[in-house]
């Protein structure tokens, strides 16, 4: 089929005018042949319209195009014809003018869902300060102040632009998150826990929702900002720790991996008498004394605080000391718990029971907003690696595991509901937080103090209802032939539908080894026919992969 034309390829095929030959002609239906005796003349433009037509018609030759648009995008190079990605970077915001407004650039770049106080970006937005103070208006960057800028972050803000975070589409799906907050805030039901004295005096109209991607990606919305106490959600972390230092088969000689089926403060153990599981407040207490066996209480407190803060992005982790002394007071029940498995032996040899709980009571006091506690449940959503920092915290067996106990375990006696109707790891706390996690796509903090009967929050558990019937996060929803929901990790969310701009021009190599192809083309900049403004050819899959 391409021997009609072999001897018409050997140009630049970005910009060289293909001619068809007269066997070429011949195959084309009656209708589409010229009139007999018609000079056939093209144009440029027609003639490479003409000739992307005609490679849709052979999908075997592929790897053909491939090699030819690669040495093409050589000589481009070589040239300097084509652009670096800080140049595409700025045509993509300038949108063809010779300067860009410093808030134009961080308008897009927060619409991308990064902000501009991400410790990834400190380079470039320092930068930025110091390059703005340097011009002449103080507010606009051309092209070459604009390069200065981002050159240190060009490969984050790259991904960002070229919509390859693992949510593309930013902004629709933190429309859709709002409505889900403003759903939920229309709940009036629930009691604030009220047998901590601390917990009783916050207001029941406090109501907040954060997210962070596993990208960096970042929405608030609501109360976000006030500090509160993890309380149970502390559960989770502190067997992540746990597990991390000794491994898994080390904890587990003290804790058990089964639900419970009884509330969480129950004085129960199982059959070879140790805890349920390490999110029941008995497994808690076991768990907490598996941290830096033999250090003092400051140290082991220090250390946890540590490892809170990396897992947070060194975003706020704090400590409440009334509510610390409120608990100690307040915790008869906990002694009971504690004094009953010391009698079991549940402890390990050693161990002060009296001074575990003291290091219980501390770590349930600890203190976070609800952004900085999206960042840590988007570190467990991440594989143990911070998603704003980059920094490896936890292991990946620490992380397995510890989702796979919030899964089964995670939200008291309404664990099991929780999981069939939402099938995400989660914890719940006293103070009115869920801790949601979404593997491998962002970590949610929900938190409002109204309680249900059994101790969660009541709009926490309707947010999180409704974001999994919006959204195919369910564990199962990705079965074959499963009713459709949107999808916010696709463009578009179910329909794949694409926008392209100059920064498509970096991916087109390695997008033409692609199969089941189709083209499709745009230029980032007006020109005349003559001209060597690059024309980018993106293409993208045929096949609905919906």
């Known amino acids: 089929m391409w021997s009609g034309v072999s001897s018409h390829v050997s140009g630049d095929p970005w910009t060289s005018p293909y001619q068809p030959d007269p066997q070429s002609l011949q195959r084309r239906p009656s209708s589409l042949r010229p009139a007999a005796g018609a000079h056939l003349t093209f144009s440029p433009a027609f003639s490479r319209l003409y000739f992307w037509t005609f490679c849709l018609m052979t999908r075997a030759n592929v790897w053909l195009l491939m090699r030819w648009c690669e040495a093409a995008c050589q000589r481009r190079r070589k040239a300097g014809i084509l652009p670096s990605l800080e140049d595409l970077l700025f045509y993509t915001i300038a949108e063809g003018q010779e300067k860009i407004p410093a808030h134009k650039f961080v308008s897009a770049l927060k619409a991308t869902g990064l902000r501009t ?3 990834r970006l400190k380079e470039c937005m320092d930068m930025l300060k110091v390059t703005l103070k340097s011009t002449s208006d103080g507010v606009s960057l051309d092209r070459h102040l604009f390069k200065k800028c981002v050159q240190s972050n060009i490969v984050l803000l790259t991904q960002a632009f070229r919509k390859k975070f693992v949510i593309p589409d930013f902004q629709p799906f933190s429309s859709h998150v709002d409505k889900l907050y403003e759903s939920a805030k229309q709940l009036s039901g629930g ?4 047998y901590i004295p601390q917990l009783a005096k916050f207001s029941p109209d406090l109501w907040a929702v954060s997210l962070c991607t596993v990208d960096g990606q970042r929405h608030t919305v609501g109360d976000t900002k006030v500090p509160f106490c993890l309380q149970s959600c502390v559960k989770p972390l502190k067997y992540a720790i746990a597990v991390h230092d000794h491994g898994t088969e080390y ?3 003290f804790i058990g991996k089964e639900p419970s089926g009884l509330r969480f403060n129950k004085l129960f153990l199982n059959e070879d ?3 349920h ?3 029941v407040n008995a497994g808690a207490i076991v768990c907490t004394s598996l941290i830096k066996q033999g250090a003092s209480n400051a140290e082991k407190f220090d250390y946890v605080m540590n490892f809170l803060q990396k897992m947070a992005g060194n975003e706020y982790v704090g400590f409440s000391n009334a509510t610390f002394q409120s608990e100690r007071e307040s915790g008869d029940r906990n002694f009971a718990i504690g004094y009953y498995l010391k009698e079991k032996k549940c402890f390990p040899e050693g161990t002060d029971m009296t001074s575990i709980l003291d290091f219980y009571f501390q770590l349930c006091s600890i203190e976070v907003t609800c952004e900085s506690a999206s960042v840590l449940a988007a570190t467990l959503a991440n594989g143990g690696f911070c998603p704003i920092t980059g920094e490896r915290v936890l292991s990946p067996e620490a992380v397995r595991d510890t989702l796979s106990l919030m899964h089964s375990c995670g ?3 309404f664990s099991g509901q929780f999981a069939f109707h939402v099938g995400l790891p989660a914890k719940s706390g006293v103070s009115g937080g869920i801790l949601l996690v979404v593997p491998n796509v962002m970590g949610v903090m929900c938190w409002s103090p109204p309680l249900d009967k059994l101790g969660n929050s009541v709009r926490g558990i309707q947010f999180c209802t409704d974001l999994v019937s919006l959204f195919n996060f369910h564990n199962y929803d990705n079965l074959r032939h499963f009713a459709k929901k949107l999808d916010p990790r696709r463009e578009g969310g ?16 390695q997008e033409l080894a ?3 192809t189709l083209w499709k083309k745009v230029s980032p900049q007006e020109c005349d026919e003559d001209s060597s403004t690059t024309v980018v050819y993106r293409m993208e899959s045929a096949v609905d992969r919906s």
């Open 191 to 194: 009691q604030v826990a009220d």
């Open 273 to 275: 008498d140790k805890p």
């Open 117 to 119: 106080g991400d410790p």
């Open 277 to 279: 599981n390490p999110m």
């Open 251 to 253: 904890v587990h000689r």
């Open 494 to 509: 179910d329909q794949r539908q694409h926008t392209f701009g100059p920064m498509d021009y970096e991916s087109l190599q």
């Open 411 to 413: 939200m008291y006696d």
């Open 514 to 516: 692609l199969k089941d």
